[in-house]
């Protein structure tokens, strides 16, 4: 069965400084992979998507994503990080007829 | 625009009574999906439906209902039947070919549902 780990349920990061945000999967095919982010209250929106092909992914807001297959994991970074990046971060993994997501990692952004 | 319209973005509910979440999409997605959303748990599959007149129970069906009738209108009953009902449901369409989930799914701005 498909599954998504989150090991990190709140990460917080001064203004200015790298972000990683980690994603392990679980899936017996090439699995799709996605990244999505969600504001309080709100929808989410996709950030960046993996089908196949180059394995660095690039997205909106500056994020990027690597999937490595020999870790099974497809981890979410930026360079530098902006106040309005705070929000709940989720992975998720598309099989057949669904997507699979993760719990989600809040990111609280201090200046 | 196009897009997914949830209706109404805040529900109250009594106890034993059964109440209808709306999702509209006019985006000419055949799939559409119910999401429930919990603190710390992440968004679980209620019910999807690939076409119309057709759809699936996900992982977390008991106690909820749904209908599709059309292809922009996918709404989901809760019923008195559901336990614990009080939570965000998230709707979202996308198109997949054959079922593969390799399309981006687009999401509703959601119905935050609290029974009193």
């Known amino acids: 069965a498909q599954s998504v780990t989150q090991p990190d349920i709140h990460i917080t990061v001064s203004e200015g400084a790298s972000l990683e945000l980690r994603c392990n999967y679980s899936?017996?095919?090439?699995?799709?992979l996605f990244w999505y982010v969600q504001s309080p209250g709100q929808g989410l929106q996709l950030l960046l998507k993996?089908?196949?092909?180059?394995?660095l992914v690039q997205g909106i807001k500056g994020f990027e994503a690597e999937f490595k297959r020999s870790q099974s994991s497809f981890n979410l970074r930026k360079p530098s990080v902006h106040w309005s990046d705070a929000a709940e971060y989720f992975c998720a993994v598309g099989g057949r007829n669904k997507l699979v997501f993760g719990a989600g990692t809040i990111l609280r952004v201090k200046s | 625009d196009g897009g997914i319209t949830q209706s109404p973005k805040y529900l109250f509910r009594k106890e034993g009574q059964n109440v209808t979440l709306s999702c509209e999409q006019n985006l000419n997605h055949d799939a559409m999906y119910w999401y429930r959303q919990d603190p710390g748990q992440g968004l679980r599959l209620i019910y999807y439906?690939?076409?119309?007149?057709?759809?699936q129970k996900g992982d977390i069906a008991e106690g909820y209902s749904v209908s599709r009738e059309k292809k922009e209108s996918f709404p989901l009953t809760v019923t008195s039947a559901q336990k614990n009902p009080t939570a965000f449901y998230l709707c979202?369409?996308?198109?997949?070919?054959?079922?593969?989930?390799?399309?981006?799914?687009?999401f509703g701005q959601g119905t935050r549902l609290t029974v009193v």
């Open positions: 979202a369409s996308s198109m997949t070919p054959g079922g593969a989930m390799n399309t981006e799914a687009f």
């Open positions: 899936y017996g095919a090439t699995p799709y």
């Open positions: 439906s690939q076409i119309v007149n057709d759809f």
């Open positions: 993996y089908f196949s092909g180059d394995t």
